[in-house]
């Protein structure tokens, strides 16, 4: 996984409530073992007029020229649905490192820690002044620090973050790459304790 220490970037509004994981990522496209390739699906139906890639759809965020970045900023109760890794899988296969919501379901939440997606929960009043900016404001989210800052505004707030996930994030590991790190104290005491 890639290292995330400081994400400074402009950021794509999605301001809708209970964004299921079939809509970030449909079940039709769930085939794939690996994964590349899915951040063309991601929102799928909402991107496009009947799945066709030729008829997007001009007023959704992600079709909008005006919006970018590595950062998606939704409404609360993001990632509810079903367990589908995948989710994370899309976001982070089109291009964001972090997911800012005043409210993730839970196994959205580890999946996306797990894959190096930041999903970064605030509060409702500090989300709807997020969703104020124009859109070429910036956010500045310090994984080190757990803020998450208005860069226009200076208008900063905490995030909380379990800290073998943050570790993990800081570092670039996944479970595998943080049991390598550890190995010479594994080895250390494997030998202490024989």
């Given at each position: 996984m890639k290292a995330?220490?400081?994400?400074?970037?402009?950021?794509?509004?999605?301001?809708?409530?209970?964004?299921?994981?079939?809509?970030?990522?449909?079940?039709?496209?769930?085939?794939?073992?690996?994964?590349?390739?899915?951040?063309?699906?991601?929102?799928r139906d909402w991107r496009y007029?009947?799945?066709?890639?030729?008829?997007?759809?001009?007023?959704?965020?992600?079709?909008?020229?005006?919006y970018g970045g590595e950062i998606?900023?939704?409404?609360?109760?993001?990632?509810?649905?079903?367990?589908?890794e995948h989710a994370?899988?899309?976001?982070?296969?089109?291009?964001?490192?972090?997911?800012?919501?005043?409210?993730f379901a839970d196994i959205f939440k580890n999946n996306a820690l797990n894959n190096g997606v930041l999903p970064v929960t605030v509060s409702e009043p500090f989300l709807q002044k997020i969703f104020e900016q124009g859109n070429e404001a910036t956010l500045s989210i310090d994984v080190e620090k757990q803020t998450i800052t208005i860069d226009a505004t200076g208008e900063q707030e905490p995030f909380e973050l379990n800290p073998y996930k943050k570790t993990c994030l800081l570092n670039g590991y996944d479970d595998i790459d943080f049991l390598l790190s550890r190995r010479a104290a594994i080895t250390t005491f494997e030998k202490e304790s024989a």
């Open positions: 995330l220490q400081k994400i400074q970037s402009c950021f794509v509004p999605l301001p809708m409530e209970n964004i299921d994981t079939d809509q970030i990522i449909p079940a039709r496209f769930l085939k794939a073992t690996t994964r590349d390739g899915f951040g063309k699906n991601l929102f007029e009947n799945n066709d890639e030729a008829k997007p759809k001009a007023d959704f965020a992600l079709n909008n020229s005006i998606l900023v939704a409404g609360k109760n993001f990632g509810c649905g079903s367990s589908r994370a899988w899309a976001l982070q296969d089109y291009g964001f490192n972090a997911v800012i919501s005043s409210f």
